[in-house]
């Protein structure tokens, strides 16, 4: 168990609908990471917060939002879905800013199945 | 831009035979790679790093070798272990840590 927790594991919803999904990173982490995986891709960086503040920007499209909270857990906003936005969505924490080889936890991420 | 490259979508391999999974990158500018390991229906979790300055780090079982002029890098696994059946992700960090690039990974097989 590697401390972070993401709800829900499994959405399903239609297209054009617009879901939540929510992390909570390990206790002391300051750093989410918020990740895209399609199927048989790689994860795809979409979004660093740290401290509430966001920090690096990947491939995320204007589509989707993000924020962190006073209490550092981290919501990730999907909207206007589209069927290509099934996937899994994984989130990860680190302790500090991220960089320097640090390392990043993931939780057991959410599926997200858009029909 | 930085691309990081898991030509090898899998690999089988003989319990107690060496795995060797490869991982190519673009970027000369980098700061550490790292290699995550994950189990269906769980998140890759870290399994051993190497930063810009170093050509070889080893954690026990697990090696990771550098090779910069190359642009390539490769995970071995000695011995290899039905437990060590997995997806193997290769991972950039740049300069300052700004972003992680994932590459695709590689499936292990570790027959018994």
């Known amino acids: 168990d590697s401390g972070v927790t993401q709800t829900p594991k499994h959405l399903i919803t239609a297209t054009g609908q617009r879901v939540t999904l929510r992390c909570s990173p390990r206790?002391?982490?300051?750093?989410v990471y918020w990740y895209q995986q399609s199927l048989d891709q790689g994860l795809q960086f979409l979004i660093q917060?740290?401290?509430?503040?966001?920090?690096a920007k990947g491939n995320i499209l204007e589509r989707f939002s993000a924020q962190q909270f006073p209490d550092l857990h981290s919501e990730l906003n999907l909207s206007s879905l589209e069927l290509g936005d099934s996937a899994l969505y994984f989130c990860?924490?680190?302790?500090?800013?991220?960089?320097?080889?640090?390392?990043?936890?993931f939780g057991p991420g959410t599926r997200l199945l858009v029909l | 831009d930085q691309q990081v490259k898991q030509n090898s979508p899998s690999l089988s391999v003989q319990e107690g035979r060496i795995s060797i999974l490869n991982c190519d990158y673009t970027?000369?500018?980098?700061?550490?790679f790292l290699w995550y390991k994950k189990y269906p229906a769980e998140g890759p979790t870290f399994l051993i790093s190497i930063s810009s300055i170093k050509d070889k780090n080893e954690d026990g079982r697990f090696t990771v070798f550098l090779n910069k002029s190359a642009k390539h890098l490769s995970l071995h696994i000695v011995p290899s272990q039905p437990g060590d059946s997995a997806v193997y992700f290769c991972?950039?960090?740049?300069?300052?840590?700004?972003?992680?690039?994932f590459g695709a990974g590689t499936r292990l097989f570790v027959k018994a």
């Open positions: 990860a924490s680190s302790l500090s800013i991220g960089g320097r080889g640090e390392t990043q936890y």
């Open positions: 991972a950039w960090t740049g300069p300052g840590g700004f972003k992680t690039i």
């Open positions: 917060y740290y401290n509430g503040e966001e920090r």
């Open positions: 970027n000369s500018m980098f700061d550490y």
């Open positions: 206790s002391g982490d300051l750093s």
